[in-house]
């Protein structure tokens, strides 16, 4: 049994990897400032192995990482279009605080580390199969701070303190904190609400795309993987045979919910476009996917019918969510009279 810290608990992918280190017997530290709500995780509660730290990286007390064994840091704004909203808020947040974290994990002897960095890193990649190996060219505030966080990490790298960086592809599927912002999830969403599917930029771009549930596996398998498999290591995590271009997103989508019509915005400019090889972590950890995207087309089908997920739930489209607790925070702040609003 480990004892883990999760940076970044609350989130898409935060909730389920809990979910999943606890029914592997395994002690949680769940640190998030719940942005997206509480009740997300509010589930986990009972169960005696974890423990919730409502704070935020840049300030929370790292007297807490004294007996940690892993560190799992999923924290910070979570996609190119959050991280635009103020360049300097995404190198505080997705730069520094991690970096912050980092730091105190080594001072405090936390033997590994592993990052959740993206394969939005490769940028506008100059050839297909990119390996871990090839050059990066981040395009976006959000793949830049990737990349600053992965360069500082690797400075921190020795025999104590492993560090491992998982570069993940786009990732899809369902979750108790949903995200209606990636590609799969929202062509998914919309061909069954609206009946429409919009295809951004021509459809041309390739995206590589990992499961969710593929992409807790990864991270599992190195916090159990031996030093010398792992340690200062760099993973893409996903599969190659979920290597696709947008626009053939769309006709599976069709294919699940056949009465959408696709649409194709050609003008709508996204230079953003990624094929990558993903035999290292195959190789290295035996790591094999077990989900594909049709499977996650149907599961966030089925909970759309069963009413599980609200298309219109505020808080499954990020950049929405974010724009409006700054509003709601600059608009308490403008009518607040002695910190009360009446």
């Known amino acids: 049994m480990n004892r883990i810290l999760v940076t970044g608990a609350g989130g898409y992918v935060g909730v389920l990897m809990c979910e999943t280190l606890l029914n592997k017997g395994h002690q949680v530290i769940a640190l998030d400032r719940y942005f997206f709500g509480y009740d997300k995780i509010k589930q986990l509660e009972g169960n005696p192995n974890i423990s919730f730290l409502k704070d935020d990286l840049r300030y929370v007390n790292t007297d807490f990482l004294k007996n940690i064994d892993v560190v799992i840091d999923l924290a910070g704004l979570s996609n190119d279009a959050s991280a635009e909203i103020d360049p300097q808020l995404t190198v505080d947040i997705n730069h520094k605080g991690a970096i912050r974290i980092a730091k105190a994990a080594k001072e405090y002897g936390v033997k590994r580390y592993i990052y959740s960095s993206s394969a939005s890193v490769y940028g506008a990649g100059a050839k297909t199969s990119l390996t871990e190996t090839d050059p990066l060219a981040p395009l976006t505030q959000y793949a830049k701070s990737k990349v600053a966080v992965e360069d500082d ?83 893409n995590v996903g599969s190659n045979d979920q290597n696709f271009q947008i626009k053939q997103l769309a006709q599976y989508v069709v294919n699940v919910i ?37 499977d996650g087309i149907i599961e966030i089908k089925n909970a759309l019918d069963k009413g599980i997920l609200d298309p219109v739930d505020p808080t499954c489209y990020t950049l929405q969510w974010y724009k409006s607790l700054m509003d709601w925070s600059k608009r308490i702040k403008e009518l607040s009279y002695n910190g009360e609003i009446i």
């Open 258 to 294: 056949p009465n959408a019509t696709i649409h194709r915005i050609p003008d709508d400019a996204d230079n953003r476009s990624y094929n990558l090889n993903f035999d290292k972590i195959s190789n290295t950890l035996g790591y094999k996917t077990e989900f594909n995207i049709n």
């Open 153 to 235: 990490l690797k400075l921190l790298h020795d025999k104590n303190f492993e560090i491992v960086l998982l570069r993940n592809a786009t990732i899809y599927g369902l979750a108790p904190r949903m995200r209606f912002d990636l590609a799969i999830n929202i062509m998914t969403m919309r061909a069954w609400k609206e009946h429409n599917i919009y295809i951004m930029g021509g459809g041309e771009q390739w995206r590589p795309f990992v499961h969710v549930r593929d992409v807790i596996k990864a991270f599992i398998l190195c916090m159990d993987a031996p030093s010398e498999k792992v340690a200062g290591e760099t993973f």
